[in-house]
């Protein structure tokens, strides 16, 4: 079954680049997560995200990576976090998940268009 969409539809995901600022271990999550203060510019600020995303990657190794991340999704409380934003990963072989990112280093906050 295809499902068409018009841009004006795509659009109202507000997808942004950002920096991860700090990334933490969430031994709280159902599914192994890592918890996540991403940096969406001066116009957004910082956010929070819960992101099963602890089998390809470890906390130390996160910091100042930029990530793409749905910004304008309604908070979900997920443990003891309000996660405030969606960020954006795409599974393996395996059914593991690979973070989504820009290709050479953009302004945080930056709309993808």
């Known amino acids: 079954m ?9 659009f109202r995901a507000d997808l942004r680049v950002g920096t991860i600022v700090e990334a933490l271990p969430f031994p709280e999550a159902r599914k192994p997560a890592i918890r996540l ?17 602890a089998a390809l990657y470890n906390p130390e190794e996160l910091a100042g990576r930029q990530v793409i991340a749905v910004v304008n999704f309604p908070p979900k409380q997920i443990g003891p976090i309000l996660s405030q934003c969606l960020v954006l990963g795409a599974p393996d072989a395996q059914g593991d998940i ?16």
């Open 2 to 10: 295809e499902l068409h969409i018009t841009p004006g539809e795509f």
């Open 37 to 53: 203060r991403i940096h969406f510019g001066p116009e957004i600020g910082e956010l929070l995200s819960s992101a099963q995303i």
């Open 98 to 113: 690979v973070l989504l990112g820009t290709e050479r280093p953009v302004a945080d906050g930056v709309r993808i268009a």
